[in-house]
């Protein structure tokens, strides 16, 4: 036989192949014994599974939201561990959405719900470490895990995961996989979805947000709680919201130029202030919310209702503004708080409510420990008092309910009386001999100079003469003041009893309507989470007055001219060019000054004092005090709510 020869290229090719063979075996080994180790974990964990196919109908808890009457503009959620908002896929911009495929998960259209060079990647790199640090989730697992399981890092946990990930991958389509998800994950701050992280950090519907913007939501889903932009670490937020853009731009979703300019914007994150309007949130709302739904508001915290409330923000605002400037003026006169309220006569609906003249404000002076010490305190709501003081002396501004009782009785506004020192005897231990304001008397004078003017002798006598005691609480009574006790005095009539300011602004309002009353309403609507309506705003007027002393009541609280000799001719209870009723009242002792005014469509009241009943220096009247702030929201309210002419008598 020839002998053969050693051909080292052929040894060498022979040797790359029996590798390669050997190699492959290895591989398919590899393989098959993770598939047979996998199959093997599926049969011992997969036994006490969530089942994914129910995974459409699985109740993902949303918070309730209370909006202003236009729904746009929320005043508070009430929420539990989690604020959640659902919106579909297609309320979400493109950008926002690719951004999240491009950093959590960029093969997500192409995978069956796990990605296997990931789990292997992981595997590996979780070995080097010698812990379970690593992830390497599709958008499938992280949804599975979101919804079902807790963050804890172990194998069973991963195991099931995986399981759900391939079921869920495969029953349902990639888009409402994704829509899930993006609903269903952290975003920090209690956030939990995008529409809510949206109005949680930039107080607009995730559909507006900017492509830096989206980034930014994106770079939260990592670490919610350390990236939160309201915590130490804001720097490496943003460092990571560059990190996406750049993933972004490497999987072509944006340009190197987008990604530039996007990385340049300067992104401003909301204040977590989280509640507007909050003496009517929480003393109005809250309150009316409870006895239907329990007084720790479980239902609402997990339903995702809509409640639209009656408030109108415009006013809202333009009111709080007016108190904050009409305060840091007062603190003058020693005069460090206030409250204002704002109706609708027509229909009772609140449009306003300021309870304090700052919510969010510290106690003064510091250190005072209640209501009784404190010249200011933030949380006492003194639109409508509470149990230890429920309500403030009016002062003058009770006189139209005097009146009115005189004029249902057949007298009108050129009945006369005298204005002269007058002793109405004992009335409680003392004798009775009340002072105008300004300590003149002017003699024979008409009952439309009387309440124009606000004088105190000749409206003693329009109470105990011609209107009656009694029945001038039982006028008050019927227009809705219920704060009223026996035994009554001729005081009265200048304000001795305490009301509260919610319900005199709302018995002006019967004078607004020509006697019709509709008591105050704060809710329009309350919708479940599909839309549908449980309950609705269906309150209707009621005639608690007649038309005539409606009518005459209204044409001598606007009729200027006779006012101007008292608080002259441009006072802050004068409009041009604008019909407004309007009364003043200031207690004897300074403790408490009141503007109440109206029109046919708005009624606006407002408060100045003390918590503490402490008396304003200076002997300031309610025209000086709280009359500025009357005239600005009424002038603001204008723009919304025309002012209409009322009928003359």
Same mark, same amino acid.
């Given at each position: 036989?020839?002998?053969?020869?050693?051909?080292?290229?052929t040894?060498q090719?022979?040797?790359?192949?029996?590798?390669?063979?050997?190699?492959?075996?290895?591989?398919?080994?590899?393989v098959?014994?993770?598939?047979?180790?996998?199959l093997?974990?599926s049969?011992?964990?997969?036994?006490?599974?969530?089942?994914?196919?129910?995974f459409?109908?699985?109740?993902?808890?949303?918070?309730?939201?209370?909006?202003?009457?236009?729904?746009?503009?929320?005043?508070?959620?009430?929420?539990?561990?989690?604020?959640?908002?659902?919106v579909?896929?297609?309320?979400?911009?493109?950008?926002?959405?690719?951004?999240?495929?491009?950093?959590?998960?960029?093969?997500?259209?192409?995978?069956?719900?796990?990605?296997?060079?990931?789990?292997?990647?992981?595997?590996?790199?979780?070995?080097?470490?010698?812990?379970?640090?690593?992830?390497?989730?599709?958008i499938?697992?992280?949804?599975?895990?979101?919804?079902?399981?807790?963050?804890?890092?172990?194998?069973?946990?991963?195991?099931?995961?995986?399981?759900?990930?391939?079921?869920?991958d495969?029953?349902?389509?990639?888009?409402?996989?994704?829509?899930?998800?993006?609903?269903?994950?952290p975003?920090?701050?209690?956030?939990y979805?995008?529409?809510?992280?949206?109005q949680?950090?930039?107080?607009?519907?995730?559909?507006?947000?900017?492509?830096?913007? *989206?980034?930014?939501l @994106?770079?939260? %889903?990592?670490?919610?709680?350390?990236?939160s932009? +309201? =915590? &130490?670490?804001?720097?490496? $937020?943003?460092?990571r919201?560059d990190?996406?853009?750049?993933?972004?731009?490497?999987?072509?979703?944006?340009?190197?130029?987008?990604?530039?300019?996007?990385?340049?914007e300067?992104?401003?994150?909301?204040?977590?202030?989280?509640?507007? *309007?909050?003496?009517? @949130?929480?003393? %109005?709302?809250?309150?009316?919310?409870k006895?239907? +739904? =329990? &007084?720790?508001?479980?239902? $609402?915290?997990?339903?995702?209702?809509?409640?639209?409330?009656?408030?109108?923000?415009?006013?809202?605002?333009?009111?709080?503004?007016?108190?904050?400037?009409?305060?840091?003026?007062?603190?003058?006169?020693n005069?460090?708080?206030?409250?204002?309220?704002?109706?609708?006569?027509?229909?009772?609906?609140?449009?306003?409510?300021?309870?304090?003249?700052?919510?969010?404000?510290?106690?003064?002076?510091?250190?005072?420990?209640t209501?009784?010490?404190?010249?200011?305190?933030?949380?006492?709501?003194?639109?409508?008092?509470?149990?230890?003081?429920?309500?403030?002396?009016?002062g003058?501004?009770?006189?139209?309910?005097?009146?009115?009782?005189?004029?249902?009785?057949?007298?009108?506004?050129?009945t006369r009386?005298v204005?002269?020192?007058?002793?109405?005897?004992?009335?409680?231990?003392?004798?009775?001999?009340?002072?105008?304001?300004?300590?003149?008397?002017r003699?024979?004078?008409?009952?439309?100079?009387?309440?124009?003017?606000?004088?105190?002798?000749?409206?003693?006598?329009?109470?105990?003469?011609?209107?009656?005691?009694?029945?001038?609480?039982?006028?008050?009574?019927?227009?809705?003041?219920?704060?009223?006790?026996?035994?009554?005095?001729?005081?009265?009539?200048?304000?001795?009893?305490?009301v509260?300011?919610?319900?005199?602004?709302?018995?002006?309002?019967v004078?607004?309507?020509?006697?019709?009353?509709?008591?105050?309403?704060?809710?329009?609507k309350?919708?479940?989470n599909?839309?549908?309506?449980?309950?609705?705003?269906?309150?209707?007027?009621?005639?608690?007055?007649?038309?005539?002393?409606?009518r005459?009541?209204?044409?001598?609280l606007?009729?200027?001219?006779?006012?101007?000799?008292?608080?002259?001719?441009?006072?802050?209870?004068y409009?041009?060019?604008?019909?407004?009723?309007?009364?003043?009242?200031?207690?004897?002792?300074?403790?408490?000054?009141?503007?109440?005014?109206?029109?046919?469509s708005?009624?606006?009241?407002?408060w100045?004092?003390?918590?503490?009943?402490e008396?304003?220096?200076k002997?300031?009247?309610?025209?000086?005090?709280?009359?500025?702030?009357?005239?600005?929201?009424?002038?603001?309210?204008?723009?919304?709510?025309?002012?209409?002419?009322?009928?003359?008598?």
């Amino acid at each position: 036989m020839p002998e053969r020869k050693f051909n080292r290229k052929t040894y060498q090719q022979n040797k790359i192949l029996k590798k390669a063979v050997f190699g492959l075996k290895l591989s398919v080994l590899g393989v098959l014994l993770l598939v047979f180790g996998f199959l093997f974990l599926s049969i011992l964990f997969a036994k006490d599974l969530p089942r994914p196919e129910k995974f459409s109908e699985k109740q993902t808890t949303q918070s309730t939201k209370i909006y202003d009457r236009t729904g746009n503009v929320v005043l508070y959620e009430i929420y539990g561990e989690e604020k959640r908002t659902i919106v579909p896929l297609s309320a979400v911009p493109n950008h926002l959405k690719q951004a999240v495929i491009a950093t959590e998960d960029a093969n997500f259209y192409h995978h069956f719900g796990v990605d296997p060079a990931g789990i292997i990647r992981s595997i590996l790199i979780n070995l080097k470490l010698k812990e379970a640090t690593y992830g390497g989730s599709t958008i499938s697992q992280q949804l599975i895990r979101s919804a079902y399981f807790s963050n804890e890092k172990t194998i069973q946990r991963k195991v099931k995961e995986i399981i759900l990930a391939l079921e869920l991958d495969r029953r349902y389509s990639k888009d409402q996989i994704l829509e899930w998800y993006l609903n269903q994950i952290p975003f920090g701050s209690n956030a939990y979805g995008v529409e809510e992280a949206s109005q949680t950090y930039f107080q607009k519907p995730v559909s507006e947000v900017s492509l830096s913007q *989206a980034a930014a939501l @994106v770079a939260l %889903i990592r670490a919610p709680s350390f990236l939160s932009p +309201y =915590g &130490d670490y804001k720097d490496k $937020l943003l460092a990571r919201k560059d990190y996406v853009l750049e993933r972004m731009a490497k999987e072509g979703y944006i340009t190197k130029g987008e990604m530039e300019s996007a990385k340049k914007e300067e992104i401003k994150f909301s204040s977590l202030q989280s509640i507007k *309007a909050p003496h009517f @949130v929480i003393d %109005i709302i809250e309150n009316y919310l409870k006895p239907k +739904y =329990g &007084d720790d508001l479980s239902f $609402l915290k997990e339903n995702g209702l809509k409640i639209y409330t009656t408030l109108d923000w415009d006013i809202q605002e333009a009111a709080e503004a007016a108190v904050k400037k009409g305060m840091e003026r007062n603190k003058e006169y020693n005069a460090y708080n206030a409250a204002l309220v704002a109706l609708n006569p027509k229909t009772g609906e609140i449009l306003a409510m300021i309870g304090s003249a700052n919510w969010f404000g510290e106690p003064y002076p510091k250190g005072c420990a209640t209501g009784r010490t404190c010249l200011f305190e933030p949380k006492f709501n003194a639109a409508v008092g509470g149990k230890d003081a429920p309500g403030r002396q009016p002062g003058s501004a009770f006189k139209p309910f005097v009146y009115a009782t005189a004029f249902k009785k057949g007298y009108d506004d050129k009945t006369r009386v005298v204005d002269e020192l007058t002793n109405f005897g004992v009335w409680g231990d003392k004798e009775y001999i009340p002072q105008n304001y300004d300590g003149k008397f002017r003699g024979e004078i008409t009952l439309r100079t009387s309440l124009a003017q606000s004088l105190n002798v000749p409206s003693v006598k329009t109470l105990l003469y011609l209107a009656g005691l009694d029945d001038s609480v039982k006028t008050a009574q019927d227009l809705g003041i219920t704060t009223l006790n026996p035994p009554f005095g001729p005081s009265i009539v200048l304000g001795g009893w305490e009301v509260k300011l919610l319900e005199m602004v709302s018995a002006y309002g019967v004078f607004a309507t020509e006697g019709l009353k509709t008591p105050p309403v704060s809710i329009l609507k309350v919708e479940d989470n599909n839309g549908n309506i449980l309950e609705e705003n269906k309150k209707t007027q009621k005639r608690v007055l007649e038309e005539r002393p409606a009518r005459i009541i209204n044409d001598i609280l606007s009729d200027n001219e006779t006012r101007t000799p008292m608080f002259g001719p441009r006072s802050h209870l004068y409009f041009e060019n604008h019909q407004v009723a309007a009364k003043t009242g200031t207690t004897d002792n300074f403790k408490d000054a009141w503007a109440i005014g109206y029109t046919p469509s708005i009624v606006i009241g407002v408060w100045v004092g003390n918590n503490n009943n402490e008396p304003l220096v200076k002997r300031q009247p309610a025209a000086t005090v709280a009359g500025p702030i009357f005239h600005e929201v009424m002038e603001k309210s204008f723009l919304k709510y025309p002012a209409e002419g009322f009928n003359k008598p």
